[in-house]
């Protein structure tokens, strides 16, 4: 990559970590997977219970691949044969883990967390429950502000979203989103995090790469 272009980077998410500090929220900028691996390695004990949230940033950053195979008492809602009622109740016990790891929407560059949610079993935790929050962030998913990541999430991830999720919903058949009232509406819950009342229980990872969507 050209080096202009990776001083603009830096220089974008610094400014990122810096605001998200003053949302109470703790920023760490890792280059690559190798490093990202190693960054959660440090932050999430050995022996404790990590929950995640739907994310393809995870599967592809690696993170679930290295929660199957560490030392945790991991509740892996994408296990093999799960059935309905499990999941649900993974998603209960969420609340009550030592660590959610997932992903966000949209970052802002003013260091606030945007997402949209269908049942809201991924925002919620990230709103109250768990110890702590990890979430895991492509530079992809930086934006300016708040305008920009509700353009972002519902113009872009959301409709891809739904495609992947196979839903019967206008955006799959036209490729963009129009405010649906469709059954299997998937954008049912808009949640901006501002800022944290107990300092760094939110901890983001932003990984210099593209990452989910
Ligand atoms: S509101 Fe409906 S049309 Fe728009 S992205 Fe969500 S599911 Fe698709």
Sequence with gaps: MDDSVVWYQNMQI?????NLNKNNMA??????????????????????MVGI????TL????????????????????????????KTQIYIENFLTDTFICSTN??????????IDGNGSRVAPIIYGPKQVILVVGINKIVKDIGEAEKRVRQYAAPIDAKRLGKNTPCVELG???????DERICNTFVIVKRQFIKD???VI????SLGY
Excluded at 61 to 81: H, M, N, P, Q, W
Excluded at 206 to 209: G, L, P, T
Aim: glycine letters at 8%.
């Design 201 to 203: 229980r939110i901890k």
């Design 27 to 48: 920023g760490y900028y890792v280059k690559d997977e190798k490093e990202l691996i190693q960054k959660v390695r440090e932050l999430v004990p050995e022996g404790t």
């Design 176 to 182: 963009y989103c129009v405010d649906c009232k469709s």
């Design 206 to 209: 932003i990984v210099a790469k």
């Design 14 to 18: 610094q400014r990122v970590i810096k």
């Design 106 to 115: 949209a970052l802002t560059e003013e260091g606030e967390l945007y997402n």
């Design 59 to 86: 599967f592809e950053a690696g993170v679930i691949d290295f929660l199957r195979k560490g030392d945790f008492e991991f509740l892996d809602k994408y296990k093999e044969g799960i059935t309905k009622n499990e």
């Design 53 to 56: 949230g739907d994310s393809m």
